[in-house]
């Protein structure tokens, strides 16, 4: 199962790039930091399972997490925007690892309230930084940020009236993807519940596998839905999005911008609890 994660970016700037660092803010000791986390090995049962959530009170828990997806979540990149590491770091069987951790009383995380116990929502930009912490200071975690001009998608209204309802459930998770709960926007339609237009466009980037930056202007959460009526199984991905975002008063358009990296320079297995 793929996490459907999505969050705002956290950004470091002020670093040459092709610098191999631990973290500037770490150094300058403004990274937070969760109170207490465990970290243990996943069971077999779980190898299937590579999720991340955050519930009420702060909780994070991640169960069967690789360390490529923790780089990942604690950056807010896509899968093709982590490189370098070990072999072993996207591996499943035997490389995965569950965490639960806890954020300190003075942190805003802790303050997260949802209706019902069971309610969870993606990982807000402190935890990541949380997550980034954690990743330095158990798996020994160095890296360094590669950014030049690239291909973009463009995340804009369009010309067609809006589509977007307020969330029915405002504590529910935040998704989007292909009506029924499909992973990929092929032909079929796309949807989304309790979603900003900066989560949105994070999740395009993930199906399209290019960034896409939110231009919409469009503040708080939305449901959507729209479907085409038919599979067409000789659309790509791009154009069935492309296609839907229309539908529902969007425009999704190439563009020129910034594409980031984040490059593992050293990483290790997870030290003991």
Known sequence: MIA?????????????IGQSVVAPEAAAGKLPEFDAATIKPTS???YEINGAYTYSGGIFKCSGCTLHYLVMLA???????????????????????DIEATPPESS?????ILNDPSHKTPPSPEQRQMLQSLLIDRFQLKFH??????NVYILSRGDKPLKLQP?????????????GGGAVVMGSGVAGTNISMPELAARLSDFIRRPVQDQTGLAGT?????RTGNDDPDSSATVGIIKSMQEIGLKLAQGKGPVETIVIDHIERPTEN
């Open 4 to 16: 459907k994660i999505l969050v705002v970016a956290f950004v470091c700037t002020g670093m040459a």
């Open 44 to 46: 077999p049962s779980n």
């Open 75 to 97: 950056f807010d990149v896509q899968n093709w925007q982590v490189s370098g590491g070990p072999n072993w770091i996207d591996m499943r069987a035997g490389s995965q690892y």
């Open 108 to 112: 805003q995380a802790i303050h997260l």
């Open 145 to 150: 940020r590669e950014q030049k001009e690239g």
């Open 167 to 179: 969330p029915k459930d405002p504590d529910g998770f935040h998704w989007a993807g292909q009506p």
């Open 222 to 226: 939305y449901d959507f839905e729209y």
